[in-house]
């Protein structure tokens, strides 16, 4: 077997590269080698393997290096993107890595004829954008809902398209969740990212070790002749890491910070963090590649007592007061042009509005915790008591326009034409064999604007055409006024009355405008 794997410096990429490299079948992994001190880093690492590795030196949007990397492999596992806090400072990087990388290596496998590799690509949970306690939960077919100013999720979007609407013949989309891995807590100490976390956001973990297990045995059942078009390839899964892996925002720093002795409520005031704009949701559906895989092993209680574990001198910060902590680790990064507090000080109020809906609401968040209504409390936002672990474990689904579970083969142009018109558009195809759901067809959306993709990229999906899919731009506000699937999350944290477009310059600054002007 041999393997091209990008991102093999990255967090997942680096745990699926060691656990792949034991493969007993394995013949060869290509990397391709763009960090080059990281990567040289983590082969060096590996010495024993030396005769199984090669490196090409690239990026994912060098279609040169792309074609050294695919040519003569059984599998292409594009793990390759640049990621928050990096994105948020580096877009650029982020176009090239997540938006082009996929388009490039999509282009390079199709030219490969009948000797076409397998496809594993990696997208994210970002797609999903913002959720709170109205929808918890969310599955493949919800509505994509790119939080504004979000530019990884965006280019992940795009990269994702890119991947469904090619003509690689076997490949599978996989959208990961958040991430746990060893230096998780000190890259969250180091930018005002980790104040974009809203308190109350559905946050499903699963770790770098166990994300790199489901790749592994991925590859095992297919090399055994177990995978096919009925139960895998072609697919769009969610990865997750199951009940076990769920946690709010709160809850997620309490497990953090339990290591140095720490609290939420002991290291954040309740108006450091966003109040909306974040991305995050409990999947209803992690379970379908845990029956296929059975990768689920970590918990996020558990990945936290590993890695105090591991590391015995995080128990020295328990004999340091909290507030000489709090200054030092967590105050310090209100300064950070990243955070929510640095906008409003500098009146950003593009983001202000984006993350709070204005300044106005951002001075009215509680200064006392007392105030606040957590739920990991038991507190509905409204102050109202909730059994928040039946709350946790019990899931919920969105209202898709038609039904997900009907097996493909089954699909009629009804469907179609149902779907576009519960999303404020049209099927302007004719013609549609029942169960053709990998042929393209023709759609317009509530703008008018037509668009060509499958039935599967928008059904099962939920790509439908926006204007974020030609300009770094958001306009969520007007769509909800005609896209019911839209409507049922974006209302949940936005007024009916926002009229609100956000966009990216051509420097990156975020602005905002009427969608009425």
Same mark, same amino acid.
């Given at each position: 077997?041999?393997?091209?794997?990008?991102?093999?410096?990255?967090?997942m990429?680096?745990?699926?590269?060691?656990t792949?490299?034991?493969?007993?079948?394995?013949?060869?992994?290509?990397?391709?080698?763009?960090?080059?001190?990281?990567?040289?880093?983590?082969?060096?690492? /590996?010495?024993q393997?030396?005769?199984?590795?090669?490196?090409? !030196?690239g990026?994912?949007?060098?279609?040169?290096?792309?074609?050294?990397?695919?040519?003569?492999? !059984?599998?292409?596992? =594009?793990?390759?993107?640049?990621?928050?806090p990096?994105?948020?400072?580096?877009?650029?990087?982020?176009?090239?890595? =997540?938006?082009?990388?996929?388009?490039?290596?999509?282009?390079?496998?199709?030219?490969?004829?009948?000797?076409?590799?397998k496809?594993?690509?990696i997208?994210?949970?970002?797609?999903?954008?913002?959720r709170d &306690?109205?929808?918890?939960?969310?599955? +493949?077919?919800?509505?994509?809902?790119?939080?504004?100013?979000?530019?990884?999720?965006?280019?992940?979007?795009?990269?994702?398209?890119?991947?469904?609407?090619? =003509?690689?013949?076997?490949?599978?989309?996989?959208?990961?969740?958040?991430?746990l891995?060893?230096?998780?807590?000190?890259?969250?100490?180091?930018?005002?990212?980790?104040?974009?976390?809203?308190?109350?956001?559905?946050?499903?973990?699963?770790?770098?070790?166990?994300?790199?297990?489901?790749?592994? =045995? +991925?590859l095992r059942?297919?090399?055994?002749?177990?995978?096919n078009?009925?139960?895998?390839w072609?697919?769009?899964?969610?990865?997750? @890491?199951?009940?076990?892996?769920?946690?709010?925002? *709160?809850?997620?720093?309490?497990? @953090?910070?339990?290591?140095?002795g720490? $609290?939420t409520?002991?290291?954040? !005031?309740?108006?450091?963090?966003?109040?909306?704009?974040?991305?995050?949701?409990?999947? $209803?559906? *992690?379970?379908?590649?845990?029956?296929?895989f059975?990768? &689920?092993?970590?918990?996020?209680?558990?990945?936290?007592?590993?890695?105090?574990?591991?590391h015995?001198?995080?128990?020295? @910060?328990?004999?340091?007061?909290?507030k000489?902590?709090?200054?030092?680790? +967590?105050?310090?990064?209100?300064?950070?042009?990243?955070?929510?507090?640095?906008w409003?000080?500098h009146?950003?109020e593009?983001?202000?509005?984006a993350?709070?809906?204005? $300044?106005?609401?951002?001075?009215?968040?509680?200064?006392?915790?007392?105030?606040?209504?957590?739920?990991?409390?038991?507190? !509905?936002? /409204?102050g109202?008591?909730?059994?928040?672990e039946?709350?946790?474990?019990?899931?919920?689904?969105?209202?898709?326009?038609?039904?997900?579970?009907?097996?493909? $083969?089954e +699909?009629?142009?009804?469907?179609?034409?149902?779907?576009?018109?519960?999303? %404020?558009?049209?099927?302007? *195809?004719?013609?549609?064999?029942?169960?053709?759901?990998?042929?393209k067809?023709?759609?317009?959306?509530h703008? %008018?604007v037509?668009?060509?993709?499958?039935?599967?990229?928008?059904l099962?999906?939920?790509h439908?055409?926006?204007?974020s899919y030609?300009?770094?731009?958001?306009?969520?506000?007007?769509?909800?006024?005609?896209?019911?699937?839209v409507?049922?999350?974006?209302?949940?944290?936005?007024?009916?009355d926002?009229?609100?477009?956000?966009?990216?310059?051509?420097?990156?600054?975020?602005?905002?405008?009427?969608?009425?002007?």
């Amino acid at each position: 077997m041999k393997v091209a794997l990008t991102g093999a410096s990255g967090h997942m990429g680096e745990a699926l590269f060691d656990t792949l490299l034991k493969e007993d079948n394995l013949e060869q992994i290509r990397v391709l080698r763009f960090h080059k001190k990281q990567t040289n880093k983590l082969i060096k690492k /590996h010495q024993q393997f030396l005769d199984k590795i090669v490196v090409i !030196d690239g990026s994912v949007a060098d279609e040169e290096a792309v074609k050294k990397l695919c040519e003569g492999v !059984d599998y292409v596992l =594009n793990l390759g993107a640049i990621i928050p806090p990096h994105s948020d400072h580096d877009p650029k990087g982020a176009i090239e890595s =997540n938006e082009i990388g996929p388009k490039v290596i999509c282009k390079v496998i199709e030219s490969m004829g009948e000797k076409q590799p397998k496809l594993i690509h990696i997208s994210t949970v970002g797609l999903f954008g913002d959720r709170d &306690q109205n929808h918890l939960f969310g599955r +493949i077919g919800d509505p994509l809902l790119v939080s504004p100013f979000d530019i990884y999720a965006l280019t992940k979007m795009r990269g994702e398209f890119a991947v469904l609407e090619s =003509n690689v013949k076997t490949w599978t989309v996989l959208r990961q969740t958040a991430m746990l891995y060893d230096a998780l807590l000190m890259a969250n100490i180091s930018d005002g990212l980790m104040f974009h976390t809203c308190f109350n956001s559905p946050l499903e973990w699963t770790t770098a070790k166990d994300s790199a297990v489901l790749i592994r =045995n +991925i590859l095992r059942r297919d090399q055994a002749g177990e995978l096919n078009e009925e139960n895998f390839w072609k697919h769009c899964f969610n990865i997750g @890491g199951g009940p076990k892996g769920r946690a709010t925002g *709160s809850e997620t720093f309490d497990l @953090g910070f339990k290591m140095i002795g720490a $609290s939420t409520k002991q290291f954040f !005031d309740p108006n450091y963090n966003a109040a909306r704009n974040f991305h995050g949701v409990f999947y $209803s559906d *992690s379970n379908k590649l845990e029956e296929l895989f059975h990768f &689920q092993e970590d918990s996020v209680a558990g990945f936290w007592d590993d890695v105090l574990n591991r590391h015995k001198y995080f128990k020295m @910060g328990r004999i340091v007061p909290k507030k000489i902590l709090k200054l030092f680790i +967590i105050k310090r990064l209100l300064r950070n042009n990243n955070a929510p507090r640095y906008w409003y000080k500098h009146k950003d109020e593009a983001k202000m509005l984006a993350y709070f809906n204005g $300044s106005k609401a951002y001075e009215a968040i509680p200064k006392k915790w007392s105030e606040m209504n957590l739920l990991a409390d038991g507190k !509905d936002k /409204h102050g109202n008591p909730i059994d928040y672990e039946k709350v946790k474990s019990t899931a919920t689904y969105t209202h898709l326009p038609f039904d997900i579970d009907k097996p493909r $083969s089954e +699909i009629t142009k009804q469907d179609l034409e149902n779907y576009a018109e519960y999303r %404020g558009g049209k099927l302007l *195809s004719k013609d549609f064999s029942k169960g053709d759901i990998f042929k393209k067809v023709r759609w317009v959306n509530h703008d %008018g604007v037509e668009f060509e993709a499958t039935p599967f990229t928008v059904l099962y999906c939920a790509h439908w055409h926006n204007v974020s899919y030609d300009k770094y731009a958001w306009d969520f506000d007007k769509q909800a006024k005609y896209d019911k699937l839209v409507a049922q999350i974006w209302y949940d944290a936005h007024e009916k009355d926002e009229d609100r477009y956000y966009w990216y310059d051509e420097d990156f600054k975020a602005h905002y405008k009427s969608i009425n002007e």
